[in-house]
């Protein structure tokens, strides 16, 4: 399994941007998805999941009402839209893939992505 993350850059506080994860080699649909984020001298965050369906999803409390995930599965493509930027979401985000049972939300991954950066300044 391959996953590479796109979408990261440099934004003001308040603005948005829109993070890609594309999948590969092996049947997407199988894998609940997650998305987490690293910051330098942090531990790693769980800051969103979505089953593998697409049916359930999970937002972290940091990020609720601003962060949305969302999947397509014809394009084995999972999104992370993020809105209302603050300068405390300036992190790599990497995608997470684990493969689990319809409806279940694992909070970890099997196959992890190399990540994309997030810059918010304020």
Known sequence: VQLQ???????????????SCTFSGDTFGAYAMNWFRQAPGEERE?????SRGGTRTFVANSVKGRFAISRDNTKNTVYLQMNSLKPEDTA???????QTV????????????????VTVSS
């Open 102 to 117: 319809a409806g279940a939300l694992p909070g970890d991954y099997d196959h992890r992505g190399q990540g994309t950066q």
């Open 5 to 19: 993350a796109s979408g990261g850059g440099l934004v003001q506080a308040g603005g948005s941007l829109r993070l």
């Open 46 to 50: 769980l800051v969103a999941g979505i």
């Open 92 to 98: 790599v985000y990497y995608c997470g893939a684990k």
